[in-house]
């Protein structure tokens, strides 16, 4: 597999009781397809840049995404909204969306919330690539 990394900045965002949050939102290309590697929490306040970073990516024409959630340690529905936008922005472009999921709490909320059903979700990278 061929790899080209693009390494993006870590996002800072506050909570009201001024508590610093960080996401990590690393893009590189696999093959044909645009992984977006995601590390932190995607709640509230870190979601807004999920939502904007998989928006940039499908105006650049990136339509076949994999989003990478095994370091996601918590996601809540700000954080499922940002991927059920991006799930459509991509679909609307004949393309494909992929979660990389294996266990843990992202996993859990996407499977209560019946979105495992709409989702492809994977246990690993190597699984999604294959799929």
């Known amino acids: 597999m061929g790899a080209a990394y693009t390494s993006g ?4 965002s506050f909570r009201p009781w001024r508590c610093p949050i960080e996401l990590l939102l690393n893009t590189r290309e696999v093959d044909d397809w645009t992984v977006l590697e995601v590390k ?3 709640d509230l306040y870190t979601s807004p840049a999920l939502r904007e970073r ?3 990516l499908v105006e650049e024409g ?3 995404v994999i989003v990478d959630l095994q370091e996601v340690g918590f996601l809540d529905s700000s954080g499922l909204g940002a991927l059920v936008g991006a799930l ?3 679909n609307e472009r ?4 992929m979660l990389v ?4 709490s992202p996993l859990k909320v996407l499977t209560i919330t019946g979105l495992d059903k709409i989702f492809p979700i994977h246990s690993s990278l190597d699984e999604a690539l294959r799929a």
């Open 94 to 97: 004949g393309g494909r969306l």
């Open 9 to 12: 900045a870590p996002i800072l």
């Open 54 to 56: 998989i928006v940039e």
């Open 88 to 90: 459509k922005r991509v």
């Open 40 to 42: 932190g929490e995607v």
């Open 62 to 64: 990136q339509i076949r």
């Open 101 to 104: 999921c294996p266990e843990g």
